[in-house]
């Protein structure tokens, strides 16, 4: 879930530039040494950089957020057959389209004689490989950065739902909070007090979100970074334990969901699978690039158990009540509104990672028309207006839920499943691919693209639905009183 390899923004003045910036450049940077164009292939091997754990630890990291959480609503969409079944599927074709990225990145870095390419690059440099595209190649490049901001927008604006729902909760049943944790639910607080509309807090949220961008560098925030991957992890931990001791039985769900609902279910389960943008910068960094194969099978099989599993065992144990994410769903005990708010904390971190993103490919386009002494004023004012913009967006859709399938299905789905078949083809083309391979990686596009209008329409319509019915309520109750 994050962007690929190092950038200089400056350098051509281009909005969409042939390189992009990752968190992983910010808190993870090159080892040092001549300047990556000065390099011999990076591929070799035998030069500083991550180890095989270091690097798993990071493809963990981008690919572990908010997605898993609202995974057990996934299944409901889908179904609790239905649903794991596709989870499995969508976790091996993830898993490839993965390993095309990495092999066309692979074949056109020796045909270019470059050390190392982006996202963009291979995009850019892949059509440049067909005689037809080539005086567009550089659309490709600025076409998977435009998804690249979308997405990472689209995540800030679902952490902004997430706190804003979770902090609610916490709030609203702190005066009946106990320190009991029964497993017989009996510590649940039957009466809520009444607190803001869940968009004032996102409005609370807004200034610390603000500052917190401002930071000039992003290793100044690894120390919490870290700190916040450790309360995550501990966190989820404490989520399956109590899934699995609360679980009902006879268990009495429906195997498959209905048709309607299953675009939901691809938009939530490809958001939370779209951690393709790390693949290329995790591999540069290895210091032995060629075991990176063995990092993406290891780590994403970890993933897409974690995946599988808590959407499964969430969904059995909440039913049909399961909410956006599954800390909605937790106990009004201290331990587990802990669990809450150590949650919050590491996606309040998490945020600054992701903003660094879009922030890093649209600011340095801007500051290189202004003058010198209007750059810092100008940066700090674009980076609020990026903050609030992505406030008013969750503000504008403060549904947990359909943020999420949106998001997913709109832009993951591009990135993940449509443009590394197509990739394939481009490198590949004059090296005789075979007609098997042709249709697999249309199936796999016409796929990613099915998920991308029916889970946008979808989703898109529920939401509309959702706001109707809350403004008839608002209405009603206006009206009586």
């Not at 501990?234 to 268990?251: D, F, Q």
């Not at 049909?320 to 800390?327: C, Q």
Request: aromatic share 12%.
């Amino acid at each position: 879930m994050m962007a690929s390899s190092d950038v200089d923004g400056r350098a051509d003045g281009s909005l969409f530039s042939d390189q992009n910036p990752s968190e992983l450049d910010a808190l993870c940077p090159s080892p040092p040494g001549p300047s990556r164009p000065q390099r011999n292939y990076e591929r070799i091997g035998g030069r500083t950089g991550t180890s095989f754990c270091q690097t798993l630890i990071h493809l963990l990291k981008g690919n572990i957020g908010t997605g898993l959480l609202g995974l057990p609503l996934a299944v409901k969409n889908a179904g609790l057959v239905l649903g794991p079944i596709s989870l499995l599927v969508m976790g091996i074709i993830a898993v490839h389209c993965m390993k095309l990225l990495v092999k066309c990145s692979h074949h056109l870095s020796a045909k270019m004689n470059r050390p190392s390419m982006s996202y963009g690059e291979v995009m850019q440099y892949g059509m440049e490989n067909v005689s037809w595209l080539r005086r567009h190649s550089r659309w490709g490049s600025r076409t998977v950065n435009l998804f690249l901001i979308i997405t990472q927008m689209g995540f800030c604006c679902v952490y902004f739902v997430f706190l804003s729902d979770n902090v609610k909760q916490v709030v609203e049943a702190a005066n009946a909070t106990t320190f009991s944790c029964q497993v017989n639910h009996t510590n649940q607080t039957d009466v809520l007090i009444p607190s803001f509309d869940s968009r004032i807090y996102m409005l609370f949220f807004l200034p610390f979100f603000i500052l917190l961008v401002f930071t000039p560098n992003l290793k100044y925030l690894a120390p919490l970074s870290l700190i916040a991957n450790l309360v995550m992890t501990a966190s989820l931990v404490l989520i399956y334990i109590y899934s699995l001791m609360n679980i009902p039985y006879p268990i009495d769900l429906p195997k498959v969901g209905r048709l309607k609902d299953y675009p939901l279910f691809f938009g939530t389960a490809i958001f939370a699978f779209e951690g393709i943008g790390v693949v290329l910068p995790l591999e540069n960094k290895m210091q032995k690039p060629q075991r990176f194969t063995e990092v993406l099978y290891v780590g994403m099989g970890i993933v897409t158990f974690l995946y599988i599993s808590l959407g499964t065992i969430g969904y059995m144990c909440f039913g049909e009540h399961i909410g956006g994410s599954i800390t909605l769903n937790l106990p009004n005990c201290w331990t587990y509104q802990a669990v809450k708010l150590l949650y919050c904390f590491g996606i309040l971190i998490t945020f600054a990672l992701q903003f660094y993103v879009p922030a890093e490919i649209i600011i340095p386009w801007v500051l290189a028309h202004v003058p010198e002494r209007w750059e810092k004023p100008v940066d700090l004012l674009l980076r609020t207006f990026l903050v609030i913009i992505t406030c008013a967006l969750a503000i504008l859709i403060p549904e947990l839920d359909l943020v999420i399938s949106l998001v997913g299905s709109f832009s993951s789905s591009f990135l993940a499943l449509i443009f590394p078949p197509i990739l394939e083809v481009l490198a590949f083309h004059t090296e005789g691919l075979s007609p098997l391979v042709i249709m697999k990686n249309l199936i796999i596009s016409v796929v990613g693209m099915l998920g991308f209008f029916l889970g946008t329409y979808i989703a898109i319509v529920e939401i509309i639905a959702r706001n109707n019915v809350k403004h008839q309520e608002t209405f009603y109750t206006y009206m009586v009183q």
